[in-house]
């Protein structure tokens, strides 16, 4: 999360819980999921484990293990790659939400490099891993940034992404790691999101600044960043509404706390976080142009990888948006907020 890329641990994320996290996405993507529907074709692995039987003469237990060898990883690897396989492929990698513009030029130079090589489904997946990463290499990574002094985190996206619960996430784990952190509630469309932001502000042990019902977002954020800067805060968390009476509403009133943030927080590191909700997979880039240009971002968070198979999003937004992914959200719980770590992401997925 620092600059230097350091809190690995609790905060960085496991291959084991992301592979668990990601396990819908991995279906989608690498060969397991063709098991079932494309059983017809026989595999190296089985015309191995065949020839291995007739062969099977004095050591007949060994010979049965290596079946069961055999059996155990057939589903995953090693098979033939032509058109029928390919095509299959370009579906499922739309359907974990690499959308289009990212699949397209994939698929063509996956034709190009197999093509009279005798491909397996195994060239395949370190084709695709190759490629995944120099995906997400495109858009240069970067963790949350956190310099010394006040670091203000303005939080946008539409209604429901998880923009409270990040914050109180992200509130949680700027305390355990013994930062003074404030929060803004400056979604105050509705009474229930400020008070939705009090619960998480009590359960992390921080402050926040909270105004009558309906009072001017642009008033909670003034107040929230004087208040950081006579009172020393390391960190400022700014809750935003995603919905208003309308979308042009919404933007106007973003566009009013981004001015606030801007004439306010001379000093102050201000990074503009964008939320996205994985499950929502393409309709996601499309909000994110939107707040791009009102918002200047400089960052995505991830949310609801868990359960989703549509993480193939994380590839489009790297493609397309040019802006890094930095958090990811893993579940609903304090702790399942955790930095994106692009190789491991790749890794998790194969
Ligand atoms: P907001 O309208 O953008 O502030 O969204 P909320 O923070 O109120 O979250 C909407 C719902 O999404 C809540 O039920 C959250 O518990 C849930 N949520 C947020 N992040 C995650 C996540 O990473 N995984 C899962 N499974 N649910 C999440
Ligand atoms: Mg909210």
Request: aromatic share 6%.
């Amino acid at each position: 999360m620092s600059e230097d890329g350091q809190r690995k641990g609790f905060w960085g994320t496991t291959l084991n819980k992301l592979k668990s996290v990601l396990a819908k996405t991995k279906e989608q993507v690498s060969e397991e999921s063709q098991e079932g529907d494309n059983q017809e074709l026989p595999t190296v692995e089985q015309s191995q484990a065949q020839a291995a039987d007739e062969e099977a003469t004095a050591n007949q237990a060994q010979t049965q293990t290596h079946n069961n060898t055999a059996t155990a990883v057939q589903a995953k690897s090693v098979r033939a790659v032509d058109e029928d396989y390919i095509e299959h492929l370009e579906e499922r990698l739309i359907k974990a939400d690499l959308g289009l513009a990212t699949v397209d030029p994939l698929i063509q130079t996956l034709r190009k490099e197999s093509r009279g090589k005798n491909w397996t489904s195994e060239n395949v997946d370190v084709f695709l891993q190759r490629e995944f990463s120099s995906l997400l290499n495109e858009t240069p990574q970067s963790g949350l940034s956190f310099k010394a002094g006040t670091n203000v985190y303005l939080i946008v996206g539409v209604n429901g992404v998880g923009k409270t619960t990040s914050i109180g996430k992200l509130a949680f784990r700027f305390k355990s790691e013994g930062k003074k952190v404030l929060l803004a509630a400056g979604d105050t469309f509705r009474a229930a999101a400020e008070s939705q932001l009090e619960i998480w502000s009590q359960r992390a042990g921080v402050d926040i600044v909270r105004l009558a019902d309906g009072a001017d977002p642009g008033a909670v954020v003034y107040q929230a960043l004087q208040k950081a800067r006579a009172e020393q805060y390391d960190v400022v968390l700014v809750d935003t509404a995603g919905r208003l009476h309308n979308k042009t509403n919404l933007m106007a009133e973003l566009k009013k706390i981004r001015t606030v943030v801007e004439k306010n927080s001379e000093g102050m590191n201000v990074e503009s976080l964008l939320v996205l909700d994985a499950s929502t997979g393409q309709n996601g880039l499309q909000q994110a142009k939107v707040f791009s240009e009102v918002c200047g971002l400089t960052g995505v968070i991830l949310t609801k990888l868990d359960g989703t198979a549509k993480g193939g999003v994380v590839f489009a937004i790297a493609k397309e948006l040019s802006i890094p992914v930095k958090l990811i959200g893993l579940g609903e719980k304090m702790e399942d907020l955790r930095d994106f770590d692009s190789a491991l992401f790749v890794q998790a997925l194969f």
